[in-house]
């Protein structure tokens, strides 16, 4: 396979990040599909109670942080897994865009029923982006790394190479705990102050 110039001349390192953008491209476009596959009313009322469910248990219980952990780091594991990981990890991006659109219906639907004029200051509009923007960009680095290494842990396999591997699939399972902890830790504020 001829592959292109710029993909020759870089190095180990640049090539990781080469691919952790490619798939972090494919992890936004796939999240974006499934955003725009209709859901029915039924459908969203279910999705969007298990997630208000899910963060009233976590609230209460003071667990809110381990809760929202423990469900993306197990998840993001299994996008580890050689080649494989790359598919489980588009479909839960796909389904997360289904979610997304779950909660905007019920929000919407509700919110024409209560509609009521929200003050909201400019600080208060920077700082709710500046929160979400940090939590996506967190969970989704963390996946497109883990299904960036998936593939290569798999190229390694086909090439008998699998052992000189093992330390960067290490690396990059504790670089993907440490950004979803503090995902965890940012995604928990985010959702105590109403945003």
């Given amino acids: 396979m001829d592959y292109p110039q710029f993909w020759k001349v870089a190095s180990q390192r640049r090539k ?3 691919s952790i953008t490619f798939v972090l491209a494919l992890s936004i476009l796939a999240t974006l599909i499934g955003l725009l596959v209709p859901v029915s009313p039924q459908e969203a009322q279910l999705i969007s109670d298990q997630l208000n469910q899910t963060v009233t248990n976590g609230t209460a219980n003071g667990t809110l942080i381990t809760d929202i952990f423990l469900n993306n780091f197990p998840l ?7 080649l494989a990981g790359f598919g489980i990890g588009m479909f839960i991006l796909f ?16 919110g024409v029923a209560t509609a009521s004029s929200v003050d909201i200051s400019a ?14 960009l967190l969970e989704y680095v963390s996946y497109a790394i883990g299904m960036a290494e998936s593939i ?3 190229r390694r396999l086909l090439q008998n190479r699998w052992k000189s591997e093992i330390k960067y699939l290490l690396f990059f399972i504790g670089i993907v705990a440490l950004l ?3 995902g965890s830790i940012v995604e928990t504020y985010t959702l105590s102050i109403g945003l």
Avoid at 76 to 82: A, D, E, G, R
Avoid at 97 to 108: L, M, S
């Fill in 152 to 154: 290569w842990l798999f």
């Fill in 76 to 82: 993001c594991l299994l996008m580890f897994v050689p």
């Fill in 123 to 136: 600080t208060t509009a920077i700082l709710a982006l500046s929160l979400i923007g940090a939590v996506f």
């Fill in 16 to 18: 990781r990040i080469y």
């Fill in 95 to 110: 389904s997360t865009g289904q979610a997304f659109r779950a909660v905007f219906e019920i929000q919407a639907a509700n």
């Fill in 180 to 182: 979803l902890i503090i």
